[in-house]
């Protein structure tokens, strides 16, 4: 089981296997330091950059995790400028994501308590978007692979070396589909705007 969730008291409850939430939690503070590790590098490099406060990329991505992200959330555009722009939105709302989720993350223990719906929706993206770029990073997603739709049990071959990986994928999609059908809202599109 990927997750056991209840609701109480208006609060979702969620209860992780332990290895695998020890997996979560040292993977999430990796992930958001990829995500600021990219904002870090933006400049604001002209008049409407100072004039809105807004940093822009001055380098080509090259992190193949969030290529994977840009790539899957914006539209592909020709124009430098616009694919720069698009890539600041998305890449800042990765970051206000990755703070909530690693905001609500429990130091100890497998029990996550999230008390309200920005709270529930920062994990389900959070854990969408690292399953793509994982999943991406590692070979188990993207053009040829396979679709990820089994369930892993002790039928698996985990002497495939992919399996772990695909394993995780799977996971954290269930995880992030559990939380969401839990709580009971409806989840917008994605959007960075």
């Known amino acids: 089981m990927a997750v056991?969730?209840?609701?109480?008291?208006n609060t979702l409850?969620?209860?992780?296997?332990?290895?695998?939430?020890?997996?979560?939690?040292?993977?999430?503070?990796?992930y958001r330091e990829l995500v600021q590790g990219r904002l870090d590098e933006?400049?604001?490099?002209?008049?409407?950059?100072?004039?809105?406060?807004l940093p822009l990329p001055v380098t080509p991505l090259d992190s193949t995790m969030l290529r994977a992200l840009r790539d899957?959330?914006?539209?592909?555009?020709?124009?430098?400028?616009?694919?720069?722009?698009?890539?600041?939105?998305?890449?800042?709302?990765?970051r206000e994501d990755a703070d909530v989720v690693l905001r609500t993350l429990p130091a100890t223990g497998e029990q996550l308590v999230l008390h309200n719906a920005e709270q529930v929706e920062a994990w389900f993206w959070v854990l969408v978007n690292?399953?793509?770029?994982?999943?991406?990073?590692h070979g188990v997603l993207g053009p040829g692979c396979a679709p990820i739709?089994?369930?892993?049990?002790?039928?698996?071959?985990?002497?495939?070396?992919?399996?772990?990986?695909r394993f995780a994928v799977w996971w954290m999609q269930n995880v992030a589909d559990v939380l969401r059908k839990v709580s009971g809202q409806p989840l917008p599109e994605y959007s960075y705007y």
């Not at 056991?4 to 008291?9: E, F, G, L």
């Open 72 to 94: 899957s959330w914006c539209d592909p555009v020709d124009d430098d400028a616009l694919r720069g722009w698009l890539e600041a939105d998305l890449i800042n709302r990765l």
């Open 4 to 9: 056991k969730c209840s609701i109480v008291d």
């Open 13 to 30: 409850v969620a209860e992780f296997d332990s290895t695998m939430f020890k997996w979560l939690r040292a993977s999430l503070p990796r």
């Open 42 to 53: 933006y400049r604001e490099y002209d008049w409407l950059c100072e004039r809105l406060s």
């Open 149 to 165: 739709d089994e369930h892993f049990d002790k039928t698996a071959d985990w002497s495939d070396p992919l399996t772990p990986a």
């Open 130 to 137: 690292m399953r793509i770029a994982y999943g991406v990073e």
